[in-house]
């Protein structure tokens, strides 16, 4: 009775973000064993770390207003597809595609829109690769699909968006000053891009010498 109560009562906003926060845990237990077994199997983590995060009201509201979307739960969950968030960061370019397919083959796992940042980078520079999925959550009575965005990337790709984003957010940087700014991080995010394709290289000849070896 008295959790009948506290149903009732339950703000319809909250319920809608403890069911994206329980989203949440479903991707990040996808991910974390997928980690596990490629441990196990290939004796190394293709996953550094997840990060992952509900986008705050405030974001959503300005979300609303930026895009226009009629301000109703239902046209929320509808055109907003990053209420919930996560960020699997890997050691290795080939990683990312590898982990992107295995969740994707998943048979509860329904892919609504890919879109690949690393074969076709931002003009800003930004790589990443970005999935919005669908993943059930299972409720008392119910299942009920949700939305999840996936940002996949490097080490290399989050160390430069990271910064990126904290540039960007600083204001009143003058014009001349914010042209030579933009032109530095695109820069940055070629060599970054190049170390990727270094250090992968360097692991490739690694384990080829290891190979010979054994
Ligand atoms: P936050 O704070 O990370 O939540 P939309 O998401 O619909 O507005 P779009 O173009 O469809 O727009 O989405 P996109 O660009 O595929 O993905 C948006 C998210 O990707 C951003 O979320 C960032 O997290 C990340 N992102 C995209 N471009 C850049 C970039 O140039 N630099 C950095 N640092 N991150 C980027 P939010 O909501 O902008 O921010």
Known sequence: EFMDKVQDNFAPIESLMAYYRCAIMEVETKFNVLNEQFSLQYDRNPIESIKARVKSFDSILK???????????????????DIAGVRVICSFQEDIYMLADCLLQQDDVRLIERKDYIKNPKPGGYRSLHLIIEVPIFLEKEKRPMKVEVQ???????????LEHKLRYKKNIPESEAEYLAKELVECAGISASLDQRMEAIRDRMEAAQEKIS
Do not use: C, G, H, Y
């Open 152 to 162: 996949l990337r490097t080490i290399a790709m989050d160390f430069w968006a990271s």
């Open 63 to 81: 979300k609303v207003k930026r895009k226009q979307i009629p301000f109703s739960l239902e046209s929320i969950e509808e055109n907003i597809n």
